[in-house]
Each structure stands twice: as structure tokens, then as C-alpha cells.
């Protein structure tokens, strides 16, 4: 994955929704494996430039990069307020579009790094030779596979901003109150998927540090 590491002190005090959107976007792209090359550290129009094109090489949009022409010329932090909420409204459409967008191709790499084969396999539901082989691209990830592993991705996007990759493996592993006492991979269970009640509990968790979501008592 790649490092998103955006100070604090950096987030500009207007448009902040908009720049909350593009912080999305850009660690749905790295959990994904689909944003490569040095750390982000700043959300301006070079990074907005190179997530969009990144994902348009991986043919997961058209022409979303037209659509959002204002932010590649000034970037988010210049941008009127009326067309910094069009742009927001654009940018969360794209985010949207990932999160139904499964792209084991390129997302087995990252989850490997962060998960471990052993894990991942166990929370996927493949062996670890197999993991390996669909990694590769010996055989192709089958759908139930494909869908869970993406899950995944999407889960670990929401966690990046708070844990580094050990801190991502524990949450899994952790009891939560907020699921009863359970741990996110025991909530799972060995059959999953991720249209599950469970599933949509932890992902609600999860976008609880994004602010996505409030938390639920």
C-alpha cells in the first residue's frame, strides 16, 4: 500500500468536505494496489492527478478526470465553496464506483502485506497455496473470493488514517463492545460475505474513524 500520510496542519480550514472525499479516494486506491510509487502527503492537484490517472490505466473510470478539470488546475484548497460541493458530490461518486469495483488483480498484493498469507486465506476463505496462485495469476480469484477480498480492501482504506498495518491486524483480532464482545474476524464467521449483517457491522465501525458514519451504541 501506498504511505498517505497528510498532516494535520495541512487540511485546508474551507472546503473540508471535499478534501475529506479525496482522502477517500486516494486510500480506497491504495488499499486497492491500484495507487503506486512514493508516500502522499499533500491533497493537491499533482495527487488528485495521479489517483484519477491511476485508476483510469486500471479502466475503473472513464471520464471522471474531464468532470474534474477545476481541481486538476487549482487543486482542492483554491476552489470557490459552490464549486468545491460540485466537485465533492463528483469525487464521492468515484468513491462510490470503488467500493463496488472488486479488483483482485491488484488488490491481492496489498492485503497479502497487510494480513499475511496465512490470515488472509482464513478470512477470504482460499487455502494459502491458492491465495498464492490467484496472486500470481495462475487461475483466476473466484467471485466469492474476489468479493470478500475487496471487502477487505475497503475495510483497511477506512482504517488506514488511524492504524499502521500491525494496528490493522489487531483491530481484526480485538473484541469489540460495539459488536457484542466480538472480534471482527469471529463476528465474520467461516462463511461470510459481504452483503452479511456482520459484514455491515464492521464496515460501520470501521468508517467510524473516517467519519463516515456516526457510531452506532
Known sequence: MVNIQIKPDS??????????????????????????????????????????????????????????????????????????????DSVDRLVAVLDDSPAPASEWAPMRTVFGDDALGALVGVAPASLRRYAAGER????????????????????AGSYNEFGMRRWFERPRSQLGGKSPRALLGPKWTPDAKSAQQIRALAAVLTGAQPLAA
Open 140 to 159: 483466476a480469484t473466484p467471485q466469492a473470493a474476489a468479493e470478500r477480498l475487496h471487502w477487505l480492501a475497503m475495510v483497511v482504506s477506512d482504517l
Open 11 to 88: 487540511a485546508p480550514l474551507a472546503n473540508r468536505r471535499l478534501h475529506e472525499r479525496l482522502l477517500a479516494l486516494l486510500t480506497r486506491a491504495s488499499a486497492m494496489g491500484v495507487l503506486a510509487g512514493a508516500a502522499v502527503t499533500q491533497i493537491d492537484a499533482a495527487a488528485v492527478q495521479r489517483v484519477l490517472s491511476a485508476l483510469h490505466r486500471q479502466g475503473l473510470i472513464g471520464a471522471a478526470p474531464v468532470a474534474l478539470a477545476p481541481l486538476l488546475k487549482q487543486g482542492p484548497a483554491r476552489l470557490d465553496a459552490a464549486t468545491a460541493e460540485r466537485m465533492a
